[in-house]
T-cell receptor
Framework: GQQLNQSPQSMFIQEGEDVSMNCTSSSIFNTWLWYKQDPGEGPVLLIALYKAGELTSNGRLTAQFGITRKDSFLNISASIPSDVGIYFCAGRSNFGNEKLTFGTGTRLTIIP | NAGVTQTPKFQVLKTGQSMTLQCAQDMNHNSMYWYRQDPGMGLRLIYYSASEGTTDKGEVPNGYNVSRLNKREFSLRLESAAPSQTSVYFC?????????????FGQGTRLTVV
């Protein structure tokens, strides 16, 4: 099956710092989605990407659909305490069943 | 705006007991999904329903059954619960199963099998 490698697994940063995380795939995806999950809650969609090379922003968040269609990046600028949580990438291909494949998540902790 | 609603939120079962997790969406979405989330493993698809009347296996279907009761509702059943099924279960829905659609998640059901 398709594999999604998400890194880093965890990050410890200070408030105000920028954050970068990425996902790489063993196969081509046509859609990349980035979700955030707060404790005890379901994942909430942050950004959706549909075209190779696409760069999309949502406030302080910016995500890019890699040109090879096998990777995606999420950046958070000037982190604030409410950014704490687990971030998941998810990819979908057009081949076969078109199901979403999720990465294993990046846990973001902000040090006061 | 309810979105995707799951019940119950918490459940403890004894090994061998059965139960059904309920999910309903009010977004008129065609496709619905059941995932399980385990530490360090992200979200894994159990079953999905691309449209009303159809269901298909996902990555980890063993030990589960599903029913797409109508367009709104998609239930997940554990016939004989096992400790390995201790997990957090998420239901999701999307407008369709096509490539340019986004999945929206419920708040999860935390299941413990003892």
């Amino acid at each position: 099956g398709q594999q999604l490698n998400q890194s880093p697994q965890s990050m410890f940063i200070q408030e105000g710092e920028d954050v970068s995380m990425n996902c790489t795939s063993s196969s081509i995806f046509n859609t990349w989605l980035w979700y955030k999950q707060d404790p005890g809650e379901g994942p909430v969609l942050l950004i959706a990407l549909y075209k190779a090379g696409e760069l999309t922003s949502n406030g302080r968040l910016t995500a890019q659909f890699g040109i090879t269609r096998k990777d995606s990046f999420l950046n958070i600028s000037a982190s604030i305490p409410s950014d704490v949580g687990i971030y998941f990438c998810a990819g979908r291909s057009n081949f076969g069943n078109e199901k979403l494949t999720f990465g294993t998540g990046t846990r973001l902790t902000i040090i006061p | 705006n309810a979105g995707v609603t799951q019940t119950p939120k918490f459940q403890v079962l004894k090994t061998g007991q059965s139960m059904t997790l309920q999910c309903a969406q009010d977004m008129n979405h065609n496709s619905m999904y059941w995932y399980r989330q385990d530490p360090g493993m992200g979200l894994r698809l159990i079953y999905y329903s691309a449209s009303e009347g159809t269901t298909d296996k996902g990555e980890v279907p063993n030990g589960y059954n599903v029913s797409r009761l109508n367009k709104r509702e998609f239930s997940l059943r554990l016939e004989s619960a096992a400790p390995s099924q201790t997990s957090v279960y998420f239901c999701a829905s999307s407008e369709s199963a096509g490539p340019n659609t986004e999945a929206f998640f419920g708040q999860g059901t935390r299941l413990t099998v003892v």
